[in-house]
Antibody, heavy 123, light 107 residues
Framework: QVQLVQSGAEVKKPGSSVKVSCKASGDSFNSQSISWVRQAPGQGLEWMGRIIPMFDRIDYAQKFQGRVTLTADESTTTAFMELSSLRSEDTAVYYC????????????????WGQGTLVTVSS | DIQMTQSPSTLSASVGDRVTITCRASQSISGWLAWYQQKPGKAPKLLIYKASTLHSGVPSRFSGSGSGTEFTLTITGLQPDDFATYYCQQYNSFSETFGQGTKVEIK
């Protein structure tokens, strides 16, 4: 069983960037597939992308392409999500989550979630 | 992207009730559907994947069915702990998309 612990809340100015971390413990980090999902206040869930360190594979949702960067540090078993050119609409809770094992050929569900990181974008 | 539509948006029910939530996909997703439960201020929890497979540790009062474009989540014998918001998610096509959620409220 993997545990995912995320960094703390952030307050950012419009136009700036934010980097959220997600430390994994438990199962082998290298073999994990980590997705990032966000949730704006009172809204639903939105998938942003995934990273699979073992295969050096990174997928981004088209909506976030060019503005989000996913990375992973295997030495510290930590995944990172950096979102740039922040605007007020990016105010949300950002979750890292582990992808399940029974995925389709292109996509996946998640079976373990981090606690979430609130990012507030305000001038 | 595939659009996922849940109904109803809100559902009022009593403890012990049988509750059904529907999720429709804008195109066929075979059986690549998951259901999550979310409580206020908490991360979602996986309930069901592959349309009908119960995730480890999830009570058997939860069940899922469907394939193609129409799916249901059923809670048989609603418990106080079940009042929450439920989301469906398709993972047939890149990129994954979620339904807008169904809030199950106390009647």
């Amino acid at each position: 069983q993997v545990q995912l612990v995320q960094s703390g809340a952030e307050v950012k100015k419009p136009g700036s960037s934010v980097k959220v971390s997600c430390k994994a413990s438990g199962d082998s980090f290298n073999s994990q597939s980590i997705s990032w999902v966000r949730q704006a206040p009172g809204q639903g869930l939105e998938w942003m992308g995934r990273i699979i360190p073992m295969f050096d594979r990174i997928d981004y949702a088209q909506k976030f392409q060019g503005r989000v960067t996913l990375t992973a540090d295997e030495s510290t078993t930590t995944a990172f999500m950096e979102l740039s050119s922040l605007r007020s609409e990016d105010t949300a809770v950002y979750y890292c989550a582990r992808d399940g094992l029974g995925c389709s050929s292109t996509s996946c569900y998640v079976d373990q979630w981090g606690q979430g990181t609130l990012v507030t974008v305000s001038s | 992207d595939i659009q996922m539509t849940q109904s109803p948006s809100t559902l009022s029910a009593s403890v012990g009730d049988r509750v059904t939530i529907t999720c429709r996909a804008s195109q066929s997703i075979s059986g690549w559907l998951a259901w999550y439960q979310q409580k206020p201020g908490k991360a979602p929890k996986l309930l069901i994947y592959k349309a009908s497979t119960l995730h480890s540790g999830v009570p058997s009062r939860f069940s899922g069915s469907g394939s193609g474009t129409e799916f249901t989540l059923t809670i048989t014998g609603l418990q106080p702990d079940d009042f929450a918001t439920y989301y469906c998610q398709q993972y047939n096509s890149f990129s994954e998309t979620f339904g807008q959620g169904t809030k199950v409220e106390i009647k």
